[in-house]
């Protein structure tokens, strides 16, 4: 059974688009995380929902905007994608320990 | 300041011998959590063990232990019987204080290579 999974496991798009990465956990946790992981392998906070409330906002441009309709999803919507936003993006979730998901890897042309 | 320091950017090991990898932290918290993730070269982050810092002993998870020395604010993994698949990225993470705000700050990461 996938704890923590994420969709696209690629994506590979061009400059100024808008993707959007999907996140599910059947953890029963009740806090999410993103992550973003750059190309010296630096993983760093972007956000945290806790059962469906945005606890935790890193200085993230507000080109990402995380969306949880539920406390076992939260999803990742990306606008006007930037060459400096190619790096993987992991979801992960909580209630102790964090568990993460296979990670994103998002390249922009 | 970091939070989170793992000195060694990378090592390589001989199969079969004891790695020791650092990891000192920074928090004036008295309630705080550490944590151990292995990334091998597939990407995926592999919880590996958990310490409390109110937890008497140290934690061990099959091959895996975690040297917990509080006054020197120390957590290193300690691999015993190293493995070819050991090698991967590992990462020193902590967690401070109990709340909602459970946000996890993690280290740079050491690269360790098991060598045949």
């Known amino acids: 059974d996938t704890a923590v999974s994420q969709t696209p496991k690629y994506l590979v798009t061009q400059m100024g688009n808008d993707k959007s990465i999907k996140c599910e956990q059947n953890l029963g946790h009740d806090t999410m995380y993103w992550y973003k992981q750059d190309s010296k392998k630096f993983l760093k906070i972007m956000f945290s929902?806790?059962?469906?409330?945005?606890?935790i906002n890193e200085t993230v441009p507000n080109r990402f905007s995380p969306k949880s309709p539920d406390k076992a999803h939260l999803n990742l919507h990306i606008n006007s994608l930037e060459l400096g936003d190619s790096a993987v993006y992991f979801c992960?979730?909580?209630?102790?320990?964090?568990?993460f998901g296979p990670g994103t890897r998002l390249l922009v042309l | 300041a970091q939070k989170i320091t793992q000195t060694q950017p990378g090592m390589f090991v001989q199969e079969k011998e004891a790695v020791t990898l650092d990891c000192t932290y920074d928090?004036?918290?008295?309630?705080?959590?550490l944590f151990w993730y292995k990334q091998p070269s597939s990407g995926e982050m592999i919880f590996l063990i958990y310490q409390g810092s109110y937890d008497q002993q140290n934690a061990t998870e099959g091959r895996y232990s975690l040297n917990f020395q509080k006054a020197r604010k120390s957590a290193n993994l300690v691999i015993s019987a190293s493995q070819l698949g050991d090698s991967a990225m590992y990462f020193c993470a902590m967690r401070e204080g109990g709340n909602r705000d459970d946000k996890i700050i993690f280290g740079k990461g050491t690269r360790l290579h098991i060598l045949p």
């Open positions: 928090t004036s918290d008295p309630s705080y959590g």
């Open positions: 992960a979730s909580s209630q102790t320990t964090q568990y």
């Open positions: 929902y806790n059962n469906k409330e945005l606890i």
